[in-house]
């Protein structure tokens, strides 16, 4: 199975910053990464498929990278509605698999 | 409206059964795999099986193949998870997505929260 391993587990930054997450995959899985984003009580958004195809309607203060088995989701300048919980998510596989995710919160 | 909607929780005793329902509505079915994801209380994501258009094929995770079965009927816009012997370890939100060109989840329910407990 693929092991997704998303840095950091938590991360605090305030209103305006660039915020930098992480996900490595445990073999190669070619651009077949998604990005999604949950706020609590609510399902899981899609942002980013395909590893840099930015989904429609998602602002362009988002943006995914690949190098290789890593990849990057970057928020450009945050915005207070961007505090949540971030996951990447192979589609490579039939079994598919998930990070542990990224908690995003308010310094 | 394109949705999902899931129906079918509720609170088990360990080892006990339980059948989930998502319908799918506002789009063309059987043009998509269907999957089943959920979140265990204050955890993250985990894909738990998923569906071809036909259903003929079916992919299941490690932590409830041969207790739990995905299934469809395209005819009622529906995919289902029956999910037996139920654990400890199973009660979460579950919830339903749409796999769009067997590349990503672009469209999930709204989930359906599974208790065990005696």
């Known amino acids: 199975d693929i092991q997704m391993t998303q840095s950091p587990s938590s991360l605090s930054a305030s209103v305006g910053d660039r915020v930098t997450i992480t996900c490595r995959a445990s073999?190669?899985?070619?651009?077949?990464l998604n990005w999604y984003q949950q706020k609590p009580g609510e399902a899981p958004k899609l942002l980013i498929y395909a590893a840099s195809t930015l989904q429609s309607g998602v602002p362009s203060r988002f943006s995914g990278s690949e190098s290789g088995t890593d990849f990057t989701l970057t928020i450009s300048s945050l915005q207070p509605e961007d505090f949540a919980t971030y996951y990447c998510?192979?589609?490579?596989?039939?079994?598919?698999?998930f990070g542990q995710g990224t908690k995003l919160e308010i310094k | 409206e394109v949705q999902l909607v899931e129906s079918g929780g509720g609170l088990v005793q360990p080892g006990g059964s339980l059948r989930l329902s998502c319908v799918a509505s506002g789009f063309t079915f059987t043009d998509y795999w269907m999957s089943w994801v959920r979140q265990a209380p204050g955890q993250g994501l985990e894909w738990v099986a998923n569906i071809n258009q036909d259903g003929g094929e079916k992919y299941y995770a490690d932590s409830v193949k041969g207790r739990f079965t995905i299934s469809r009927d395209n005819a009622k816009n529906s995919v289902y998870l029956q999910m037996n012997s139920l654990r400890a370890e199973d009660p979460a939100v579950y919830y339903c997505a749409r796999d769009a060109w067997m590349q990503y989840y672009d469209l999930w329910g709204q989930g359906t929260l599974v208790g065990v407990s005696s």
């Open positions: 073999q190669t899985i070619s651009n077949y």
């Open positions: 998510q192979q589609s490579y596989s039939h079994f598919r698999s």
